[in-house]
C-alpha cells in the first residue's frame, strides 16, 4: 500500500522522473465497475503504480485533482467522451 508520503512524492513527480515503461497505457486499465468507489481507490493504491500519470499511445499524461465536488468517475468519463 502506498503511504501518504508515497502518495505526496507520486503527485510531485515530473515528466523527467517518470519511466514511462512503467506507466500503464489508458486503453489496458481494466476497471472493475462491480466495486465501490472506496474498494476501486484501494485496488489503485494497492497496485503500486503511480496514479498520477497514464499513457495514451506514446503520449505520458499527468492526472491533477482539484478540490472540487466532481468525482473521479465524473473526470474520466469526460477524458473518454474527449478521446472519441
Same mark, same amino acid.
Given at each position: ?8 512524492r ?24 462491480? /466495486?465501490?468507489?472506496?474498494? /476501486?481507490?484501494?485496488e ?31 473526470a ?5 467522451q474527449? /478521446?472519441?
Amino acid at each position: 500500500m502506498i503511504t501518504r508520503e508515497g502518495l505526496l512524492r507520486m503527485r510531485n513527480m515530473t515528466f523527467d522522473e517518470i519511466n514511462p515503461d512503467e506507466v500503464p497505457d489508458i486503453d489496458d486499465l481494466e476497471i472493475d465497475v462491480t /466495486k465501490s468507489k472506496r474498494e /476501486k481507490i484501494l485496488e489503485v493504491l494497492e497496485s503500486g503504480r503511480n496514479p498520477y500519470f497514464v499513457k495514451s499511445g506514446n503520449i505520458l499524461i499527468k492526472i491533477g485533482f482539484a478540490s472540487t465536488n466532481r468525482t473521479i468517475e465524473e473526470a474520466l468519463e469526460s477524458l473518454v467522451q474527449m /478521446k472519441w
